[in-house]
Structure formats: structure tokens, C-alpha cells
């Protein structure tokens, strides 16, 4: 029983060298890479993207911070691959909720320079793979 997620470096994982380590991690617990792509998002895709978010307070710096510079976007498979990358991310603020150990546990600091985008849910991940990468076969 395989599923899919979206998974971002952000413009601050690509800027600090750390897509490599990213990748790594998810390679290492198992999951597999089924595309792979550096990518500058315009600003109607991070709409697009971050559409839930519209309206809150940190909506505009974050459209800002996704649309300033490239990030890596791939489709990664395996066994509640939406769960497993959340864990392997960390919670959304890197001090507060990431623990050690994690992505941004280890190597973020702040909620918006959270280094790393994993689709929430397997709901989420369908919406968001339609999004990046409409032509990928099931
Ligand atoms: P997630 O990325 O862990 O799923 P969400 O709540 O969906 O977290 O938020 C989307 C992104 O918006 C976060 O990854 C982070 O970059 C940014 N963000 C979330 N909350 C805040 C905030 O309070 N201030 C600034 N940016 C935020």
C-alpha cells in the first residue's frame, strides 16, 4: 500500500546547501524518489500552493519566501510516505515543535525559514502533486 507526498526544499534549504541532506534522509528511511526538479514558483503557484493560508498574517511574507528563489520539488513514494516525511521534516516551527533529530529540529530556527514543505495529509498530497507535476503518471 504505497502513496505519494509533495516534498519542497524551500528557497533557504536550497540557498544553505541542503538539499543533499534532504534527500539523504529520505532515501535512508526508505522512501523513494519518483521525480525530482529545481524550480523558481511564480506567484500564482504559491497561491495556488499555499491556498489555506490565505488571509493570515504571514501569508504575504510567505508567498514572498517561496517565490525568492529556487526550490527542489519532488514526488516521493512509499508506505504513509505523508506521515513519514512529516516525521523526518519535524513540526512546522523548528525550535518550538521540531524535535532533534528531525530536519528542522536540526537545522532550522525560524517558523518561516522552515526549510522544508511536506504535504499534511494524503488529501493534501493529491491536490499538491496535481499542482507541480500534472503530468506524472499514477
Ligand atoms: P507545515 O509547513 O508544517 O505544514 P503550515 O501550518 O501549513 O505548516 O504553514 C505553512 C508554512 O507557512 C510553514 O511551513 C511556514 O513556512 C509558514 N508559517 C507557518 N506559520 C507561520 C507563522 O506563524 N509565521 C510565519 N510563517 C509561518
Sequence with gaps: MSERTLVLVKPDG????????????????????????????DQQLAEQHYAEHDGKPFFGSLLEFITSGPVVAAVVEGPKAVAA??????????????????????????????????????????????LWFPDLQA
Design 14 to 41: 536550497v540557498e544553505r546547501g541542503l538539499v543533499g541532506e534532504v534527500i539523504s534522509r529520505i532515501e535512508r528511511k526508505g522512501l523513494k524518489l519518483v521525480a525530482l526538479e529545481m524550480r523558481q514558483v
Design 85 to 130: 516525511f512529516r516525521q523526518i521534516a519535524g513540526g512546522t516551527d523548528p525550535v518550538e515543535k521540531a524535535e532533534a533529530g528531525s530536519l528542522r529540529g536540526d537545522y532550522g530556527l525560524e517558523v518561516q525559514y522552515n526549510l522544508v514543505h511536506g504535504s499534511d495529509s494524503p488529501e493534501s498530497a493529491e491536490r499538491e502533486l496535481k
